[in-house]
């Protein structure tokens, strides 16, 4: 039996352009109210976000899981 994996998407995510079908990632981001705490470095699964005056998450490894943003004591992450 052939399994597939499918990530589901939400609606915002699926840009259609010219009758085809484009998905794009919108991986999260850390805006300005970020207080560099280091609580969302400590609970992302993949390692995607990395140490500064602001912290930044990389959107190629980001998954999208939101444990980052459900974390923040500033709320400073959102999908971007």
Sequence with gaps: MLQVKVKLLTLHQLISTNNNLTFTTMAYVINDDCIACGTCIDECPVGAISEGDKYSINPDACT?????????????????
Excluded at 73 to 79: C, D, K, V, W
Aim: aromatic share 0%; with cysteine.
């Design 64 to 80: 999208e899981c939101g444990t980052c943003a459900d974390v923040c004591p500033s709320e400073a992450i959102h999908l971007g």
